[in-house]
């Protein structure tokens, strides 16, 4: 998708079902990517470069469990990228961002606004001009991120969407870190009405939450040592 300002790609890697973001600045050819995946780093790079963008920032939305982070890659490749991540992780970046601090892709503006509960330090990104946030693992396709590790608190969580995400307008479109199911993007107005999960009162979501019993993401002990530290191996 190309508008006036923004170029924008959605991308996908196949064995932890991750979706990555390209955002670009039409005018100044300044780009940001979010949540690049490391065995998808060359492919990303490839496109990168053909678009003529210059990165400038590796937005993270959290410490990922079900893979490593291509950010440590990315800056190899392009020296002047900045990789980002909350400053309530915990973990390595070269900018630590507050709760809804700014940062700038050329003459773009995204804001990071904290939504801890799948993680203690999730993030999600409101590109306010055109009408996008990016929720990592807050928020999915009609789903959320799961809650039983990493601080995971479901009440926290509920309360970050809530606030944070679908406190948004209704016409803003959701792009969210992973589907499992074939769906690449959503919107506040659906989400409120038909995510099984969040149009529960507050007491039913905790309880189903706490009784997932998900097997644990295969990548977990590989991914968290690595995410740790900016996806350095
Ligand atoms: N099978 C996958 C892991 C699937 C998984 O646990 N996904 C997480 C996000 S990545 S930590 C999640 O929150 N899922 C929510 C849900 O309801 O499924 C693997 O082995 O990588």
């Not at 989400?191 to 998900?214: A, D, G, H, V, Y």
Request: glycine share 6%.
């Amino acid at each position: 998708m190309i508008t006036s300002t923004l170029i924008f790609r959605q991308l996908f890697e196949a064995r932890s079902s991750t979706y990555t973001y390209i955002i670009g600045c039409a005018a100044t050819r300044k780009a940001a990517i979010i949540d690049p995946v490391l065995e998808t780093v060359e492919r990303d790079a490839k496109l990168i470069s053909q678009l003529d963008l210059d990165l400038q920032l590796g937005l993270n939305t959290h410490v990922h469990a079900d893979h490593v982070t291509g950010t440590a890659a990315l800056a190899k490749i392009f020296p002047s990228m900045r990789s980002c991540l909350s400053d309530e992780s915990g973990a390595k970046a070269d900018r630590l961002l507050a709760h809804r601090e700014k940062v700038k892709v050329g003459r773009l503006e995204m804001q990071c606004r904290h939504t801890p509960g799948h993680t203690n330090g999730c993030s999600s990104y409101v590109l306010d001009s055109e009408g996008l946030v990016f929720t990592g693992d807050a928020l999915l396709f009609r789903g959320c991120g799961r809650t039983d590790f990493q601080q995971g608190d479901a009440s926290r969580l509920y309360d970050s969407v809530w606030n944070e995400i679908l406190s948004l307008p209704d016409n803003f479109s959701i792009f969210p870190g992973h589907d499992y199911n074939g769906h690449m993007s959503s919107s506040v107005r659906e989400e409120k009405k038909f995510n099984p999960r969040l149009t529960l009162e507050k007491k039913k979501f905790i309880e189903l939450m706490n009784n997932l019993k998900l097997d644990y993401p295969k990548q977990i002990d590989r991914a968290l040592l690595a995410n740790m530290k900016n996806g350095e191996m």
